[in-house]
């Protein structure tokens, strides 16, 4: 007996360690390095397009929350995350060249995965079936989907450029973590006066954008965890300094004084050779990129080893389709889990990728599946993205918001988050404990 998992990015190569440590065969087909979209550059598993970062890895943060939980299931994925981490202040970010390499290092020594190279253009029928294709899911099993599901939602997606480190002016840019988090030099911070913000802001809403091709470039849907900078520029003047040019919680040395406007870059690598602009996801044109980002002063001779690029994202409309254990409602046998269920982010989508593994082997052996608890933040999303009343489907991240409130809610949000955190990981323990997982 097997179980097909389609796709080896973060949801599928989770689901399939999930299957292969329970005893059954995988069969995991993976269109690369036959086949790449856009997006992808590398032939490995795993493949981080977007940003090198996990979010934060504060138990008291959602997001910190939601990777403890991973942790408690046995995800295969955090113990590759955590044995290649670089600095970057509250966050848990990976080398992402050996963070993959040690992905598809273990999907291959697992004796129970069976690799198959290949593009799928249906959803096969021999076994039970996860389907775990991301966001870039390619265009012909994407009709397929379409065939049986209806139509699914494209929208954008866009990644940050990344440059060298050497070539940061850091006469003009200091180290520091926001709030004094984390290490000294995890951040690079390049701030800007009202006037140099202003000249950057003018610049960059009137920038030349890269043509979309076949997509809709009159009215394209817009990813909004991970919208380009310029559009988001668009929404008003002030808006970049909410967002990712926010400078509160630092202060430059050289003038003792909070800058105007700030951008950070985050190490890339373990080596600190590259950096990526957080927040600064973009669908510029490359020459346009490097005009326009060059005019921040701590960039103004950076050497970009890449530039920002933007591709189409696919998602279903789980509430009509999906059950709260990843399960198509009129298919138990077939599963979906990832990004392409409508949870965004990379661990969200990998912790998907694990319900959808456990699952998977239950309903093989004609068990009944599982839904975490609902104070679970796993429990929570899988209950969100399957919830029938919910009307206009958006993707949905891990947030304290999608959880119960508590009884006795804190004030202070540290205290309030710990709380949650705390509450969360005591239901799954117990819920595990209940069941014999």
Same mark, same amino acid.
């Given at each position: ?12 190569? @989770? ?23 856009? $997006? ?56 992402? @060249? ?10 291959? $020594? ?85 006037? @140099? ?100 002063? $701590? ?71 599982? +839904? ?16 029938? +009343? ?48």
């Amino acid at each position: 007996m097997y179980i097909n998992v389609i796709g080896a990015g973060l949801a599928g190569c @989770e689901a399939a360690m999930q299957i292969a440590k329970r005893g059954y065969e995988v069969h995991l087909y993976e269109m690369k390095p036959k086949k790449k979209t856009p $997006a992808h550059k590398s032939d490995l598993f795993g493949e981080l397009v977007c940003s090198n970062s996990l979010k934060a890895k504060r138990l008291e943060s959602a997001a910190g929350l939601l990777k403890e939980e991973m942790r408690v299931l046995g995800s295969f994925l955090m113990e590759c995350a955590d044995k290649c981490a670089v600095p970057a202040g509250g966050a848990l970010a990976v080398d992402r @060249e050996i963070f993959a390499g040690l992905v598809t290092d273990g999907i291959n $020594a697992e004796p129970n995965i069976k690799v198959y190279s290949e593009e799928l253009m249906e959803i096969p029928d021999d076994a039970i079936t996860i389907v775990a294709t991301g966001p870039l899911t390619s265009d012909g099993l994407a009709k397929d989907i379409e065939k049986h599901f209806g139509g699914s939602l494209s929208f954008f997606d866009a990644a940050a450029p990344i440059v060298t480190a050497e070539s940061v002016d850091m006469e003009y840019a200091f180290t520091a973590s926001r709030y004094d988090r984390g290490g000294d030099d995890d951040y690079i911070n390049c701030p800007m006066n009202k006037e @140099e913000y202003e000249n950057f802001y003018n610049e960059l809403v009137s920038a030349e954008r890269a043509p979309l091709h076949d997509f809709d470039v009159n009215n394209p849907k817009v990813y909004e965890g991970c919208m380009p900078v310029e559009v988001m520029a668009q929404r008003g003047e002030g808006t970049l300094r909410f967002g990712p040019m926010k400078p509160v919680g630092l202060v430059n040395p050289k003038t003792g004084h909070r800058p105007w406007a700030v951008l950070q870059l985050r190490k890339e690598n373990s080596a600190g050779t590259m950096y990526n602009l957080v927040g600064f996801q973009t669908n510029l044109k490359f020459p346009e990129q490097k005009r326009v980002f060059s005019l921040i002063p $701590a960039l103004h001779k950076a050497d970009f080893v890449r530039y920002g690029v933007m591709h189409r994202n696919t998602f279903i409309c789980s509430p009509k389709i999906l059950n709260s254990d990843f399960s198509v409602k009129e298919n138990n046998r077939l599963f979906f889990a990832g990004q392409i269920t409508g949870v965004e982010g990379y661990m969200e989508s990998a912790s998907a990728g694990i319900m959808a593994g456990i699952n998977a082997c239950r309903v093989l052996e004609g068990k009944s599946t599982l +839904t975490l608890p609902n104070d679970t933040m796993i429990g929570a999303l899988s209950l969100y993205i399957s919830d029938p +009343t919910v009307k206009k489907f958006q993707p949905m991240g891990a947030n304290f918001g999608v959880l119960p409130e508590l009884e006795n809610r804190p004030r202070d949000k540290k205290e309030r988050g710990a709380a949650y955190s705390q509450r969360a990981l005591d239901s799954l323990n117990k819920y595990l404990r209940d069941i014999g997982e």
